[in-house]
T-cell receptor, first 114, second 105 residues
């Protein structure tokens, strides 16, 4: 069983469309994250979600919205896609509580906006 | 300026060489993570450490909290170690820019 799974793995779409990427973890972790990896391979935090507390990186456009139906899922919805949104998006999970636990990553979702 | 700086950015080594990758950070942390990203793109966690030293096989990670510095060492390097190594710190996981390692047979 995959610990952190993301779908789809590849997504090609036109500018202006709305798309979602799903993420599920079966590790029982209390915190989930979304990261964006740009063309230079630099990873940057977008969101973290812990027990209904959402922490947003202020540099993330409000076209991006995380949705967590339950502790095991954190989906990423993107409105009005732009060319600059093309990147690989990684979901991850960990324990937080008093001290951060090990990070477990999904395989990544490569988004290409045409 | 990035909260996490890694050096070197690129590293080429001959098989069998001892390798060191450095990470310096400017934020207060409870733990530091070393991650590995293979050419296929997947990211795996190698170490999480908050003090001292940890060892897994040929990999050793050390951290000096006072100096805000960590090192990742690879002993007897092998071509399968070729990957990007990323340092991450902080509650929101600030990432270094990564060190691209190529080990030549």
């Amino acid at each position: 069983d995959t610990a952190v799974s993301q779908t789809p793995k590849y997504l090609v779409t036109q500018m202006g469309n709305d798309k979602s990427i799903k993420c599920e973890q079966n590790l029982g972790h209390d915190t989930m994250y979304w990261y964006k990896q740009d063309s230079k391979k630099f990873l940057k935090i977008m969101f973290s979600y812990n027990n209904k507390e959402l922490i947003i990186n202020e540099t993330v456009p409000n076209r991006f919205s995380p949705k967590s139906p339950d502790k095991a899922h954190l989906n990423l919805h993107i409105n009005s896609l732009e060319l600059g949104d093309s990147a690989v998006y990684f979901c991850a999970s960990s324990w937080r509580r008093r001290q951060l636990g090990e990070l477990f990553f999904g395989e990544g979702s490569r988004l290409t906006v045409l | 300026k990035n909260e996490v700086e890694q050096s070197p950015q690129n590293l080429t080594a001959q098989e069998g060489e001892f390798i060191t990758i450095n990470c310096s950070y400017s934020v207060g942390i409870s733990a530091l993570h070393w991650l590995q990203q293979h050419p296929g793109g997947g990211i795996v966690s190698l170490f999480m450490l908050s003090s001292g030293k940890k060892k897994h096989g040929r990999l050793i990670a050390t951290i000096n909290i006072q100096e805000k510095h960590s090192s990742l060492h690879i002993t007897a390097s092998h071509p399968r170690d070729s990957a990007v190594y990323i340092c991450a710190v902080g509650n929101q996981f600030y990432f270094g820019t990564g060190t691209s390692l190529t080990v030549i047979p």
